[in-house]
């Protein structure tokens, strides 16, 4: 469609790297709007030994664009949305899935251990609203607005499928300001 999306280093934007989430509507030829998501970029691995930028790149799959889109979008309307305990490897491939968080190992136990890592540092994940999904054949890229603990925090998650199920997942996980308005 009209969005794009891009996943990249940023270096010149002061003493610490970040990685970054951009996603550009596209008008007339132009950019009409801008979304993104930064975090710093780690120089260690994450226990799987990957980074937050490396991995699987090769777009694939796209009569399958409108399948992955929904079955990510569902992952997380029911999870951390509507916080039900459900079956995950309905959706997540459980002999393969690949972690680039950088505090994550790969498979369903690392996804685990972080999760249960984060909780007990009161660090526990809602997503609020997902607000914008771009997708193309095996990648869907989400951005939703939540919490982590209780800092407002927004999510960007990309995610690679094959054969129906995630099997790679990048993120980028920040803290935000929410807008306020003054009564003056």
Do not use: C
């Amino acid at each position: 469609g009209d969005l794009v999306a891009t996943h990249s280093s940023y270096y010149n934007l002061g003493e610490t790297p970040l990685v970054a989430f951009d996603i550009f509507r596209i008008e007339d030829g132009r950019i009409a709007e801008h979304w993104d998501n930064l975090q710093p970029l780690r120089d260690a691995q994450n226990p799987a030994g990957r980074t937050q930028t490396d991995g699987w790149t090769e777009v694939t799959d796209l009569g399958k664009t409108a399948e992955n889109k929904a079955l990510v979008v569902e992952l997380l309307e029911r999870t951390f949305i509507g916080g039900e305990r459900l079956d995950v490897t309905q959706y997540i491939n459980p002999a393969v899935y690949l972690q680039h968080n950088p505090d994550a190992g790969d498979g369903l136990q690392g996804l685990q251990e972080m999760m249960a890592a984060n909780a007990a540092r009161g660090l526990k994940i809602r997503y609020d609203e997902i607000g914008i999904v771009v997708a193309e054949g095996n990648f869907v890229l989400t951005g939703a607005s939540g919490a982590q603990g209780e800092m407002p925090t927004a999510f960007y998650d990309l995610w690679r499928l094959e054969n129906g199920l995630i099997v790679e997942h990048w993120d980028v996980i920040a803290p935000y300001v929410a807008k306020t308005t003054s009564g003056v």
